[in-house]
């Protein structure tokens, strides 16, 4: 089957990149271990009314991994992202929509490029209180190779990072996974490079975190920033606890909030009309405020 986009050189890596729809232009970056079909159906639904961007990070999707030793950072991402951007010739402002640890990316783009970024919008997005690198991040990044290789050694059955997927996102969208999803889901969580990449990115947590507030204290968020959070139905202790401490991450950007009860973390996948009705709603209130 033909891979939907096109692959672009970028920072010497082989980068699959999707375009879809036309207007203004807003680009999602997506969670630890996302991938581009995440946003499939939210993309369908915006796609009349803007230029809806993907990529795929080193090692997800169908783009090349980063190389053994090379450690993911937050001013590589923000370059990536140039990258993107100026190969497919965006130059106006683009709407940023990161879900996950992908905030991380999102904030630091939007504070390393000011004049480039829109708004922002936080979809459950990683909010750290405490950002601690406990261990250097050249050992952990060597102890997710190590990992990796041993998990490609346990040759564990190709059905398993599909359940896990299905497990993560589980009930799926509406309707469920299309057959041209279930291809390309087969197609990446079969593929040796996935977990490889996934423990690469999830080592660097710590040091991403670190570098995102050291980019803080020298670079103000200067773009409107909305944050989304997914809240369980029920009213537990872990609704109580993830609605304040997201409320506290709106408060700390200076952003406006909004819950969406119920939800789970993947409701990008699950619940692609609250998903597109949220970022419409920001998107056109950046519109009017610009």
Not at 85 to 97: F, M, Q, R, W, Y
Not at 261 to 281: E, K, M, S, T, Y
Request: charged letters at 20%; a positive charge.
């Amino acid at each position: 089957m033909q891979p939907p986009g096109r692959f672009h050189a970028i920072a010497g890596l082989r980068t699959h990149v999707v375009v879809d729809g036309e207007g203004p232009p807003l680009l999602f970056l997506a969670a630890l271990g996302g991938n581009w079909f995440d946003f499939d159906q939210v993309t369908e639904i915006l796609r009349d009314r803007y230029t809806v961007i993907r990529y795929d990070r080193p090692g997800y999707g169908l783009s090349d991994p980063l190389p053994p030793g090379q450690i993911p950072s937050i001013a590589a991402e923000v370059d990536r992202i140039d990258a993107v951007l100026d190969v497919l010739g965006i130059a106006e402002p683009v709407l940023l929509a990161g879900h996950s640890l992908a905030s991380l990316y999102v904030e630091g783009y939007a504070r390393s490029r000011p004049d480039r970024v829109a708004g922002v919008i936080m979809l459950d997005g990683s909010y750290v209180m405490l950002p601690l690198q406990l261990v250097p991040p050249g050992w952990s990044n060597r102890l997710a190779h190590v990992a990796a290789r041993f998990i490609k050694a346990l040759r564990l059955p190709r059905s398993a990072g599909i359940k896990g997927h299905a497990i993560a996102t589980s009930p799926g969208p509406p309707g469920g996974f299309t057959a041209t999803q279930r291809h390309w889901i087969s197609e990446v969580f079969n593929g040796t490079r996935f977990p490889r990449a996934l423990l690469v990115e999830q080592a660097a947590f710590g040091v991403l975190n670190s570098q995102l507030v050291a980019l803080r204290r020298t670079h103000p968020l200067t773009a409107p920033v909305h944050v989304v959070s997914a809240l369980p139905g029920r009213r537990t202790p872990v609704r109580l606890f993830w609605n304040w401490k997201q409320r506290r991450y709106a408060r700390f950007l200076g952003a406006t909030y909004t819950p969406v009860i119920p939800a789970r973390h993947f409701f990008i996948v699950q619940q692609p009309d609250v998903a597109a009705r949220l970022i419409g709603d920001f998107a056109a209130g950046v519109t009017v405020r610009g």
